[in-house]
């Protein structure tokens, strides 16, 4: 499934790590979690595929949910650095 340009497994993943690293969260409630998310990030594309909401509405989906992948993105980076630094250092 996709919403705009966008994969949502990568999402479902990268938030659900957020989540779980941010939160503690661990065990049932970490695969909850993700089905939450799923479920959520499947209905945008939905309703963003089907044109249930106008084109104005989808316009803005995408931008949060892209926003959030830089966001996640941001996340990635930061943590690699510090490892390597750490690593390195």
């Not at 996709?2 to 503690?24: Q, R, W």
């Not at 316009?59 to 690699?80: H, K, N, P």
Request: glycine letters at 10%; charged letters at 15%; proline letters at 2%.
């Amino acid at each position: 499934m996709n919403i705009g340009d966008i994969t949502i497994i990568p999402y479902v993943l990268g938030i659900t790590e957020a989540l779980k690293v941010i939160f503690g969260i661990e065990g049932k409630t970490n695969r909850i979690v993700a089905l939450v998310v799923a479920t959520v990030l499947s209905f945008a594309s939905l309703i963003i595929n089907q044109q249930l909401v106008s084109p104005q509405v989808a316009l803005w989906i995408e931008i949060v949910i892209q926003a959030v992948g830089g966001g996640l993105s941001a996340i990635g980076l930061f943590d690699y650095v510090a490892r390597e630094v750490v690593r390195k250092g």
